[in-house]
């Protein structure tokens, strides 16, 4: 008797491992590129970060289904490869790739149009990007500025001397004497040039001797305010440099 009450206890807890048995998932992957038309180079600190995710509800935030991250990004084209769960996949729902670049936390591409895509396919995905508008209505880009003085030095020659900054944060204008060109970063109030490079043209020594003073200037410049319209340019302790007004 004790033997058929063990056998018939058995039983039932054989048919529960049996069905506790799930099927397994299968990892997939997709993989491609990410590119743009700009020609431009990236930054060494840039970072790409792509996304599948299901985009079938309109009314709400889409369901990531796996992603990568590329840090540091290289250059264009970067390729990407996304892992994931073949079993978050479901019939008739949409699905789609979600690309951006950012530098420093900052959006500088993503793909403004709907990347659609099967997440099941083999064939590989190339993801165009676009650059992000920056928005001009702050102090310094997209304006020609004027010098009105250097700090520490006499009077001017009579040639206009310009800085601006465009959308790309290049910065350049005319010297006392060459053109000139360079790289702008800024951050609030906080702005840094760097690479200046510039034309090399010789003129009087008055306009050589502003030109010395102007790039000593322009290499101590560290921060800016806009005082009564006009440009102030200052170094690290706060003391202007260089003064602009707008325009010629």
């Not at 590129?33 to 995710?53: F, G, T």
């Amino acid at each position: 008797m004790l033997k058929k009450l063990i056998l018939l206890g058995l039983v039932p807890v054989a048919g529960l491992v049996a069905v506790s048995n799930p099927a397994f998932a299968a990892e997939r992957v997709i993989s491609g590129e990410v590119l743009y038309r700009e020609r431009m180079a990236l930054p060494e600190n840039a970072v790409v970060s792509v996304q599948l995710a299901d985009v079938s509800r309109m009314d709400a935030s889409a369901d990531v289904i796996g992603e990568q991250e590329i840090s540091p990004a290289g250059q264009v084209p970067v390729k990407f490869e996304i892992r994931f769960d073949d079993s978050k996949i479901t019939k008739n729902m949409t699905y789609a790739l979600q690309a951006r670049i950012t530098v420093d936390g900052e959006l500088w591409f993503i793909n403004d149009t709907h990347h659609g895509v099967d997440p099941l396919t083999s064939e590989a995905q190339t993801i165009l990007v676009k650059r992000i508008a920056r928005h001009t209505t702050d102090a310094l880009h997209g304006v020609e500025w004027t010098l009105v003085s250097i700090e520490g030095f006499g009077e001017l020659p009579d040639n206009p001397v310009t800085f601006s900054i465009d959308n790309e944060d290049r910065a350049g204008g005319r010297g006392p004497c060459n053109g000139y060109f360079g790289g702008a970063k800024i951050d609030g109030e906080a702005i840094s040039l760097s690479q200046i490079g510039a034309t090399q043209m010789a003129c009087e020594p008055a306009r050589m001797k502003a030109e010395r003073a102007y790039f000593d200037a322009l290499g101590e410049v560290k921060a800016y305010a806009i005082d009564d319209g006009q440009l102030v340019l200052k170094d690290s302790g706060g003391k202007e440099v260089l003064r602009f007004k707008k325009g010629a």
